[in-house]
C-alpha cells in the first residue's frame, strides 16, 4: 500500500503564504499523476493543481498565479507553494497519487475524475483570515 502524508498547514493572515508538502512512501515512482484538492465544510471536494511524470502542471482558475506546485523526485515529495492567499482557501488540503499514470488514459489535470487517484493522504488544514 502506497501512502500519503501531507504536511505544513496552519493559519495565516489574508496576503500571507504557506508551503504545504505531500510525501509518498515506497520506491520513487516514474509514471504518475499527483494532485492537490481542497475541501472546505459543506462544499464538494475540488482540484486546485496536478503534476505528472513528464512535468505537465496545471491549477485551477481560482489559484492560477498564486499556487505554484514543485517536487524533489529522489524524494518521493510534491509541494504546494501558496501565496496571497485569501479567506476564500480556506479549507482542507489533500495530497492524491496514481501511480501507474500515462497520458494515453487521460490528461492529469486539476478537474482530473476523483475517481483516478488511487491514494489519498488525511489532507491537512489551511485556515486564512481577513
Known amino acids: 500500500k502506497v501512502n500519503l502524508v501531507e504536511s505544513g498547514g496552519g493559519s495565516v493572515q489574508s496576503g500571507g503564504s504557506l508551503t504545504l508538502t505531500c510525501v509518498m512512501s515506497?520506491?520513487?515512482?516514474?509514471?504518475?499523476?499527483m494532485g492537490w484538492f481542497r475541501q472546505e465544510p459543506g462544499k464538494e471536494r475540488e482540484g486546485v493543481g496536478a503534476?505528472?511524470?513528464?512535468?505537465?502542471?496545471s491549477y485551477s482558475d481560482s489559484v492560477k498565479g498564486r499556487f505554484t506546485i514543485s517536487q524533489d523526485v529522489a524524494k518521493n515529495t510534491l509541494y504546494l507553494q501558496m501565496n496571497s492567499l485569501k479567506p476564500e482557501d480556506t479549507a482542507m488540503y489533500y495530497c492524491?497519487?496514481?501511480?501507474?499514470?500515462?497520458?494515453?488514459?487521460?490528461?492529469?489535470?486539476?478537474?482530473?475524475?476523483?475517481?483516478?487517484?488511487?491514494?489519498w493522504g488525511n489532507g491537512s488544514l489551511v485556515t486564512i483570515s481577513s
Open positions: 515506497g520506491r520513487v515512482y516514474t509514471d504518475y499523476c
Open positions: 503534476t505528472d511524470s513528464d512535468g505537465n502542471r
Open positions: 492524491a497519487a496514481d501511480v501507474h499514470y500515462t497520458s494515453q488514459h487521460y490528461l492529469c489535470r486539476p478537474s482530473v475524475s476523483q475517481e483516478r487517484m488511487d491514494y
